[in-house]
């Protein structure tokens, strides 16, 4: 599914953002971070989606990133 998403993001024109997600997954796909966690999942080891998944897991985990540094820049 990941590589079905990239792909479309290399077939259409891109924004900035798409372009620097486009990277990200290269990023981790280099870096063997994807093929990890796809053998947990293949393995039944971890769950993708659903309460307690990895998708809703990385989610909230950047929404309190993000959350966390607007709580720490100064206020302009």
Known sequence: MVLTSRNMLRKTPRSPSQLAAV???D???ASGALDSQSS???AGA???TGEGGFVPGLIQAALERGLQVELTEPLG
């Open 23 to 25: 990277k990200a997954i």
């Open 46 to 48: 971890l769950e993708l």
């Open 27 to 29: 990023e981790l796909g």
């Open 40 to 42: 947990k999942i293949d």
